[in-house]
Nanobody
Framework: VQLQASGGGLVQPGGSLRLSCSAS????????IGWFRQIPGKEREGVAC????????VYADFVKGRFIVSKDDARSESYLQLNSLKPEDTAVYFC????????????????WGQGTLVTVSS
């Protein structure tokens, strides 16, 4: 099982980015995919997740409609569309496979990919 997040970069405040999570060794139509981020000096926190079987989604409160999580089972990829980005969204973003629910507990996720850095700055 391998996961790889990509798509990070430098973006101005108010801008958008689309992150991708490529999975190998398992199918996304069964396992959930969670997106997390880690701001320097802070604990890793959940951002959004999508259930494998029914595609239902859960978002952290701070997302407030700015981000959209999706997946393409045929491509074994998940996506996190980041809109209306703010400087405080600067973080390393990770994807992981596991149980998608509103608690975003790290222990519920089994496999983690290497993160991708998102920097929001003018």
């Amino acid at each position: 099982v391998q996961l790889q997040a990509s798509g990070g970069g430098l973006v101005q405040p108010g801008g958008s980015l689309r992150l991708s999570c490529s999975a190998s060794g398992f199918t996304l139509d069964y396992y959930g995919i969670g997106w997390f981020r880690q701001i320097p000096g802070k604990e890793r926190e959940g951002v959004a997740c999508i259930n494998g079987q029914d595609g239902s989604t859960v978002y952290a409160d701070f997302v407030k409609g700015r981000f959209i999580v999706s997946k393409d089972d045929a491509r074994s990829e998940s996506y996190l569309q980041l809109n209306s980005l703010k400087p405080e969204d600067t973080a390393v973003y990770f994807c992981a496979t596991g149980l998608c629910n509103r608690w975003f507990r790290l222990i519920d996720y089994d496999f983690w990919g290497q993160g991708t850095l998102v920097t929001v700055s003018s």
